[in-house]
């Protein structure tokens, strides 16, 4: 399993953005596909976004949710260890947990399809949006 952080929650107006990060300590971790969930009081966790590794470090595939498609952007950062998640447009019902997890036993470009498939979380940080 890997450590993971994450980071950069907060409570932001409906229309605003915010940018959540995913840092590793392990180097490691560019050779794992990572993936955001986010949990609302009284709900499953959903499944959000995705993003495979490369082993050329170059293209990546990526998964979004259709709550969140168009919106939200997830990219990462090798040399810093780190996946983000730029959320824009924000609604009241993206409100929630969100969760980075990492699959680390995922063959390059390949895209976890189920949330059985992590196998290290992050604590998770809170989003807030108000309307």
């Known amino acids: 399993q890997v450590q993971l952080v994450e980071s950069g929650g907060g409570l932001v107006q409906a229309g605003g953005s915010l940018r959540l990060s995913c840092a590793a300590s392990?180097?490691?971790?560019?050779?794992?596909?990572v993936g955001w969930f986010r949990q609302a009081p009284g709900k499953d966790r959903e499944y959000v976004s995705a993003i495979t590794w490369s082993d050329l470090n170059t293209y990546y595939s990526t998964y979004y949710s259709d709550s969140v498609q168009g919106r939200f952007t997830i990219s990462r950062d090798n040399a810093k260890n780190t996946v983000y998640l730029q959320m824009n447009s924000l609604k009241p019902e993206d409100t929630a947990v969100y969760y980075c997890a990492a699959d680390i036993s995922a063959s390059p470009y390949y895209l976890p399809a189920i949330m059985a498939e992590y196998d290290s979380w992050g604590q998770g940080t809170q989003v807030t949006v108000s309307s």
């Open positions: 392990e180097r490691t971790f560019s050779r794992y596909a």
